[in-house]
T-cell receptor, first 113, second 114 residues
Framework: DGGITQSPKYLFRKEGQNVTLSCEQN?????MYWYRQDPGQGLRLIYY???????QKGDIAEGYSVSREKKESFPLTVTSAQKNPTAFYLC????????????FGNGTRLTVT | GENVEQHPSTLSVQEGDSAVIKCTYS??????FPWYKQELGKRPQLIID?????GEKKDQRIAVTLNKTAKHFSLHITETQPEDSAVYFC?????????????FGTGTKLQVIP
């Protein structure tokens, strides 16, 4: 059954620690995305990647980093430089077709205290 | 970059009535406009989309209209049912340099009252 797997579902960290969120897809999609969701602010784009070893900053990339070493994997690291890291993080992918919809994972809820 | 505004932020309707959600976008290069429904604690799921060469699209009780000149698009839900209660997001997609960048509105929380 194809899809996008995000793990873990809930993640708790202490302030000042870096944390990496996992995103794996078996849809053979080229493009992958990370969004952050906060109440009342919709989904905001953090980073996106079209191909292996290439990625672009989104609208709120500060304090985050990504890698794309494999087509199926796009991990997101929330660094200690991110001032407000507590949020719901959604990973998504798009196949190579022009103007295609995003397919989302189930999300990771990160709480930093 | 693209900016998408969405109104209203909350909407309550009686079961059986219609609901309309409106969005505007700023980048005239945007050419694909999907709508997503997100139930509490779940992932957003595509419910309908429209491309810039089309003015209207309908799928059963859901329809979307697009006015490229005015840079606005709307979601219409007719004969609303309690299971339509959710948060709805509009989005605008721009393709450039091989990348497809998708920008979302801030969401509309729809409540259908039985």
């Amino acid at each position: 059954d194809g899809g996008i797997t995000q793990s873990p579902k809930y993640l708790f960290r202490k302030e000042g620690q870096n944390v990496t969120l996992s995103c794996e897809q078996n849809l053979n999609h080229d493009a992958m995305y990370w969004y952050r969701q906060d109440p009342g602010q919709g989904l905001r784009l953090i980073y996106y990647s079209q191909i292996v070893n290439d990625f672009q900053k989104g609208d709120i990339a500060e304090g985050y980093s990504v890698s794309r070493e494999k087509k199926e994997s796009f991990p997101l690291t929330v660094t200690s430089a991110q001032k407000n890291p507590t949020a719901f993080y959604l990973c998504a992918s798009i196949d190579g077709t022009y103007n295609s919809p995003l397919h989302f994972g189930n999300g990771t809820r990160l709480t930093v205290t | 970059g693209e900016n998408v505004e969405q109104h209203p932020s909350t909407l309550s309707v009686q079961e059986g009535d219609s609901a309309v959600i409106k969005c505007t976008y700023s980048d005239s290069a945007s050419n694909y406009f999907p709508w997503y429904k997100q139930e509490l604690g779940k992932r957003p799921q595509l419910i309908i989309d429209i491309r810039s060469n089309v003015g209207e699209k309908k799928d059963q009780r859901i329809a979307v209209t697009l006015n490229k000149t005015a840079k606005h698009f709307s979601l219409h839900i007719t004969e609303t049912q309690p299971e339509d209660s959710a948060v709805y997001f509009c989005a605008a997609s721009t393709s450039s340099g091989g990348y497809q960048k998708v920008t979302f509105g801030t969401g509309t929380k729809l409540q259908v009252i039985p």
